[in-house]
């Protein structure tokens, strides 16, 4: 088994699932990725299809420029040879919109895949990188700083995962025992050691889903078991879900029990040795502090994230916690390349730390129900100045 990477880290627990959709990509791209642009590629995304400007690319620093050409919200993903693994992944790319994917991909088999609508299998197709004898030599000055950052990141992220196992072990007891004032209070507190790791969390395909689906994610007419941090949280806040039967203390049992063993076996992977480990490649960093924020993005700062307990905010400051350490753990490779952009971005996570420093409550911070119009603008308005020079940090640290 070869040594699993952060954002191409699912276990090979099952077997692949058949590839819905399949499309074959526009060009054959046949001369092996030679040629000074062989490493850019492009993507355009519609209703019905995938089309990439070549279906091989030499090993190294890929980039994807991804055109939404449809009428819904799309994803793109590179993913492994089973395809399970995410390699990489820019999300949230809205009609005539176009987002930049870059990462380090080394030779291999590997699937592309655009998501229109952002749910399913996707349209996936096959994609080749090749052996390549020019990949970037990398100084020793930026060799140390690169291993540095690397044993940082893996520090934090077992660290986190840690909290989360202990204090997810703690809720547990809580809500299986009936004590539901306590495990309301600790919820949101519990959470926040996911959210700083989700990227990671999330690149097992197979745990995800399980532990972190909102009631939104999932089929229930289709028969789709809906479980995890999400199914609890209706428990425990059951006052606008109309007609809401409350679990019985056998089901919260199961449900609670469900929950820790899933938090349990993430914290296993991400602590495994020998083959099984986890590594951290400099891009996957750098794009994990993208992912993060495109989380915030996404979920927390529309309110659909934590539907019934309305503790978004806590999620909100986790992601850009996350963020920010995946952001300084690479901070000394960027100022020696791109100095310009290290300050632009120190300045922009401070001043979006301002604005949700305004909605603090006591140690936590107001419901999100709390908010108005314009304070979730205000918060748009930050999230969407860091997103942009932030988007430029793969390709600065990886050039």
């Given at each position: 088994?070869?040594?699993?990477?952060?954002?191409?880290?699912?276990?090979?627990?099952?077997?692949?699932?058949?590839?819905?959709?399949?499309?074959?990509?526009?060009?054959?791209?046949?001369?092996?990725?030679?040629?000074?642009?062989?490493?850019?590629?492009?993507?355009?995304?519609?209703?019905?299809?995938?089309?990439?400007?070549?279906?091989?690319?030499?090993?190294?620093?890929?980039?994807?420029?991804?055109?939404?050409?449809?009428?819904?919200?799309?994803?793109?993903?590179?993913?492994?040879?089973?395809?399970?693994?995410?390699?990489?992944?820019?999300?949230?790319?809205?009609?005539?919109?176009?987002?930049?994917?870059?990462?380090?991909?080394?030779?291999?088999?590997?699937?592309?895949?655009?998501?229109?609508?952002?749910?399913?299998?996707?349209?996936?197709?096959?994609?080749?990188?090749?052996?390549?004898?020019?990949?970037?030599?990398?100084?020793?000055?930026?060799?140390?700083?690169?291993?540095?950052?690397?044993?940082?990141?893996?520090?934090?992220?077992?660290?986190?995962?840690?909290?989360?196992?202990?204090?997810?072990?703690?809720?547990?007891?809580?809500?299986?025992?009936?004590?539901?004032?306590?495990?309301?209070?600790?919820?949101?507190?519990a959470r926040e050691h996911w959210e700083r790791i989700e990227t990671v969390a999330e690149s097992f395909g197979d745990l995800d889903p399980k532990t972190d689906a909102r009631e939104a994610d999932v089929d229930l007419a289709a028969g789709e078991k809906w479980t995890g941090w999400h199914r609890i949280e209706k428990d425990l806040w059951p006052q606008d879900a109309k007609g809401y039967t409350a679990l019985t203390p056998?089901?919260?049992?199961?449900?609670?029990?469900?929950?820790?063993?899933?938090?349990?076996?993430?914290?296993?992977?991400?602590?495994?040795?020998?083959?099984?480990?986890?590594?951290?490649?400099?891009?996957?960093?750098?794009?994990?502090?993208i992912g993060l924020l495109e989380e915030v993005a996404n979920g927390k700062i529309t309110g659909e994230e934590e539907a019934w307990s309305h503790t978004d905010l806590w999620d909100f400051q986790a992601n850009v916690d996350g963020a920010r350490v995946a952001y300084e753990g690479v901070q000394g490779l960027l100022e020696g390349k791109d100095p310009a952009l290290a300050k632009e971005l120190t300045a922009k996570f401070d001043a979006l730390q301002a604005v949700l420093d305004e909605y603090r409550d006591g140690d936590g911070f107001v419901l999100y129900t709390a908010l108005e119009p314009a304070d979730t603008k205000k918060m748009t308005d930050a999230v969407n100045a860091l997103s942009e020079p932030l988007s430029r940090l793969t390709a600065a640290v990886t050039s």
């Open positions: 088994m070869r040594t699993k990477t952060l954002l191409a880290s699912v276990a090979a627990l099952a077997v692949a699932p058949m590839l819905a959709a399949c499309t074959e990509n526009a060009s054959s791209g046949d001369d092996g990725g030679k040629g000074a642009d062989a490493r850019a590629l492009t993507v355009g995304s519609s209703a019905d299809g995938c089309e990439l400007s070549a279906t091989k690319a030499p090993a190294g620093t890929l980039s994807f420029d991804v055109t939404n050409t449809g009428s819904d919200v799309t994803e793109f993903y590179l993913l492994g040879s089973d395809g399970l693994r995410i390699v990489g992944e820019v999300e949230n790319i809205g009609p005539n919109l176009t987002k930049k994917l870059t990462v380090n991909v080394p030779e291999g088999d590997y699937f592309t895949a655009c998501k229109p609508g952002m749910v399913g299998e996707g349209i996936r197709a096959p994609f080749t990188v090749t052996h390549s004898d020019d990949e970037q030599q990398v100084s020793a000055s930026d060799q140390e700083l690169i291993d540095q950052a690397q044993a940082n990141y893996r520090s934090y992220v077992q660290d986190q995962s840690g909290q989360l196992l202990e204090k997810t072990k703690q809720f547990v007891e809580l809500y299986e025992a009936g004590k539901d004032d306590e495990a309301r209070a600790l919820y949101p507190v056998a089901e919260r049992t199961t449900y609670g029990d469900d929950l820790l063993a899933n938090v349990t076996e993430l914290d296993g992977r991400i602590r495994a040795t020998g083959a099984d480990a986890l590594t951290y490649p400099i891009d996957a960093i750098a794009n994990g502090s």
